[in-house]
């Protein structure tokens, strides 16, 4: 009788395969991981952008943000000269507000917009902070394919990567 010794080239072969398998599942886990911590990110730094926008509307209540345009005509209206402020009417701190927001957006990639909030009567704004290829829009709106929530009932659309905030 022969007695083998050692491993033969078959073992050998299909070990490598198993090996190999392995580690391309593990780089596909990390790579994974690696895009869901940016999307978390991302939908941190919405959060704030979101929150920071909505604080800034529940100071200068008298105002509707959404019905305000974003002009650099007006964003220096509301600023200190030589320590004294500008008189700066409620109009002109909501539009330099969202002057603010516009150019924190725009640094991060993001996009964002302020429309009554879906599905209530009481006439509250939402603010809508979203990044990609979404568009910080109700379904309702032209560009539907990218929009971040439904129109009938408010509900975040599959794949959307957007925020949407409740400003009181």
């Known amino acids: 009788m022969n007695y083998q010794k050692g491993v033969g080239l078959t073992e050998v072969i299909v070990a490598m395969f198993l090996l190999g398998g392995a580690v391309l599942g593990y780089a596909f886990l990390q790579f994974k991981s690696l895009e869901m911590s940016e999307q978390a990110l ?70 964002f917009d302020i429309h009554p909030c879906p599905g209530t009567q009481n006439g509250r704004q939402c603010i809508y902070v979203a990044w990609d290829e979404t568009q910080p829009i109700p379904e309702d709106d032209d560009e539907a394919d990218n929009a971040c929530t439904e129109s009938d009932v408010f509900r975040y659309k599959a794949n959307a990567h957007c925020v949407v905030v409740e400003a009181f």
Do not use: P, W
């Open 42 to 111: 991302k939908k941190v730094e919405a959060m704030n952008i979101a929150r920071n926008l909505g604080e800034r509307m529940f100071v200068n209540k008298d105002i509707k943000y959404q019905d305000i345009t974003i002009s650099s005509a007006n964003q220096n209206n509301c600023i200190f000269v030589d320590t004294t402020l500008n008189t700066c009417s409620s109009q002109n701190l909501a539009a330099k507000d969202l002057a603010d927001i516009n150019r924190i957006t725009s640094n991060k990639g993001m996009s």
